[in-house]
């Protein structure tokens, strides 16, 4: 199976949008991102074929690029990696000089992969609980019950870009 990452296409978009609704971004999506924001920022697609398996959106800022969401359709591949890996190279090339993302620690999956990847943390919020999508566990809730509220602190992780 060989996996090509390219840049986002307009043609992208609404699969983004499904992807952003659907469920297992608990640890990968900044906290505000939305559908609209997700469509004006520039990232990567992993496909094999025609077969879109992972994504990864990210904001350029003047001296770092933040990373707002992540997401692989098949974890254990190395998707996720590649695209992170991906970034990476590209704040590199424009002479950036980090990374940044934003992990939630409900599972602790978010946080164990950015610093798998040589991510450290720079800093920990503190959050109260919440009921969106991203803190819900969907096997805590049967359906037509209310969300089941869960606290997960946000965790601001750094890759520093050596030159």
């Known amino acids: 199976m060989k996996v090509i990452l390219r840049n986002v296409k307009p043609a992208d978009h609404d699969w983004l949008a499904s992807v952003l609704s659907g469920e297992g971004l608990e640890d990968f999506a900044s906290p505000d ?13 992993a496909q094999v074929g025609e077969d879109r398996l992972g994504a990864i959106s990210y904001r350029v800022g003047p001296m770092s690029y933040e990373i707002l969401m992540l997401y692989s359709g098949r974890p254990g591949l190395g998707i996720g990696r590649a695209l992170v890996n991906a970034v990476i190279m590209d704040a590199n090339d424009a002479q950036r000089t980090q990374v940044t993302v934003i992990a939630r620690n409900a599972s602790g999956a978010g946080v164990a992969f950015f610093k798998g990847l040589g991510f450290t943390v720079f800093s920990v919020r503190p959050t109260q609980a919440k009921t969106t999508r991203r803190h819900v566990k969907s096997s805590a809730s049967t359906p037509g019950a209310a969300p089941v509220p869960l606290k997960a602190d946000e965790i601001e992780l750094v890759f520093s870009i050596r030159r």
Do not use: D, K, M, Q
């Open 33 to 45: 991102l939305n559908a609209a924001t997700l469509s004006a920022s520039p990232g990567f697609i």
